[in-house]
């Protein structure tokens, strides 16, 4: 770890003395900034914690979404080594408790799968939202943890086109295409992307002898159209976006884990939405969001053949903006209503209607906002949530935020009606949402060439949803267990010098049981610190603008196991890229990922009958083209 530092440090200081920089890549902003564009949901949340990671895919060489949310604190997305989905996550909460939307629109999936942000290439992101804190009240079921909106890039009034071509290591391949135009006031944005990647890494097994990962491709084909224009006063935005991906399903490695060389997971999956507004009179908007995803899953493995789910999720929010002075009210309706048809979960249905009313106060130096919203779900009773938070503008340059909030996440059709394969399900008429309760508070500094923000937050969850074993080769779910997180979040940018631009976050968490056999202990896959550093400059050479960024990350080991017993190791991951504008409209990116060639396993899980871990590959490269046109 010490030689670790040493070589940052040395990296850092030889970029601060040797080059005239400036510029960024990938950057976090810890306070929001002003977007007007179509898809942001900040202003539903005006005093959470929040962070923007904007990226610039040609000068990162960045093939995956989730390389640019890792950049993000306090989101924990454990590396699974390719094919098999990760599983993201906020302040201690799991996947299940995170909402996951695109443009606003909801993806988390009714029968419980990990939500795979990897389906949406990174050419097509504009920028990722990230907002803490229990908030159910602001954006319904699964906001526990916190909500993450990938934002998906926007249509303007310029005419234009873009290419994107990248390759990497193990077979890793990306073609974007996004073409930009307008009619009269209509704007327009289309984008086709392929990705493919084999993830043949090889990788060492727990007797010392190696293995290639086998079964372990992804191929996905994604179409994005939005559309912007303006009738008779309505402000609208239509978002029309199809993906196919196919992928591998190589198994996990380990005493209890079995490599799969045969199973796929094939999904398709149509998201259309329509977003308008009108300003009815001075201080009075009406917000109309209509959306649909079709998403439909075929899983072949060797034991099961083929099994095929069919979701789809529609869903109408309607919404009033009045403004009266210093006092601002928002009520709102909401309808959800999701359809299942599955050969694992049967038919079933369950409708949502909603209410909720944000208003808001803003009285220099202080801003007050309260939320509050009910649920009210065909199979179960009104549900009531709220949120509040208030910021104080002490001087031009620091804040002082604070929030309060409550979330909830309804059991799922995977704990409702599980499949049963070798063991027989029971299934628990008294199964209970679960719940939370979170406050967070702290200092924000902003500055023209600094910006630092840092909070202390508490999150308690109760009623967790556990599986349980009544009966030999039984099992159900059941209500049964407590957790609580707490931590410190810092987040940091500084502009020491024309064309330098440093960042770094830190998170330092608490996450436990807070019930049941091992209460006080650790929860296990949960990393205590995670530290991102990273450097971005902007030199010029031969006349030519040159990007180039280090970035470091250290991830503190995790326990495998609810014992506390075994931990993996640290990872040190450390990258550096650079891109190179030949031209005014062409750049050519290089990137190392990587560098110390660290495949210590970020997930391993130690039950009774085993361990079971996934491999991960060790240094990669990766090479693009960008053209402009």
Known sequence: MKNVILTICFLLTFVFFAFPLYSGTIYVIATPIDD??????????????????????????LVRTTEALKRASSVELPDYGGAVASPVSLRGSNFQQTLILLDGMRLNSAVGDITDVTVFPISTVHQIEVIKGSNSASFGPCAMGGVINIVTKRPGYENGVDFTSAYGSYGSSLYSATVNTSVQDCGLMASLSKLHEDNDFYYEKDDGTSAKRENNKVDNVSGLTKIWFDYAGWDTSVLLNHFEQTKGSPGSEGS???????????????????????????????NIRSARNHNRLRTSTEYGGDSWTRLIDDNLEVGLEMDAGIFKICPGFYYLLQRINSDDYGIHSQKTISGTCNTALAYEPIYLSFTARF?????????????????????????????????????????????????????????????SFSWDIGPSVNMERFSLTASYF????????????????????????????SGIETNLWIVPKERVTLSANYIYSNLRYASGPYESKRLKQRPRQVANIQADFNPKLLKKDVNFFVSYQFR????????????????????????????????LSFQVKNIFD????????????????????????????????
Do not use: C
Not at 560 to 574: W, Y
Not at 607 to 614: A, L, P
């Open 458 to 485: 508490v999150t308690e969850y109760s009623d967790m949803i556990k599986m349980e074993y009544p009966a030999p080769y039984q099992f159900t779910y059941s209500n049964v267990s407590k957790t609580h997180a």
């Open 598 to 629: 660290d495949t210590s396993p970020e997930f391993e899980d130690k039950i009774t009958w085993g361990n079971f871990w996934y491999p991960l590959p060790g240094r990669t490269y990766n090479i693009a083209l960008h053209l402009e046109f």
């Open 36 to 61: 007007d564009g179509y898809g942001t949901v900040l202003e539903k949340a005006t005093t959470s914690f929040s962070e923007i990671v904007q990226t610039d895919t040609y000068s990162s060489g």
């Open 256 to 286: 209890a884990g079995w490599i799969t060389l045969n199973d796929e997971v094939h999904q398709t999956q149509q998201m259309y939405q329509l977003v308008t507004s009108k300003t009815i009179q001075d201080e009075l908007v009406l």
């Open 375 to 435: 649920d009210k779900s065909s199979d179960s009773s009104t549900k009531w949530t709220y949120q509040t938070g208030a910021v104080w503008d002490i001087n031009d340059w620091l804040k002082l935020k604070t929030n309060v909030g409550t979330g909830y996440r309804e059991p799922t059709a995977g704990e409702l009606y599980a499949p049963s394969t070798w063991y027989t399900f029971v299934p628990n008429a008294e199964l209970e949402p679960e719940r």
């Open 556 to 587: 503190q080991g995790v326990y495998a196991d609810d014992e506390n017993t075994e931990k993996t190791g640290n990872r040190n991951i450390m990258n550096a890229g650079i891109s190179l504008h030949m031209f005014d409209d062409v750049a």
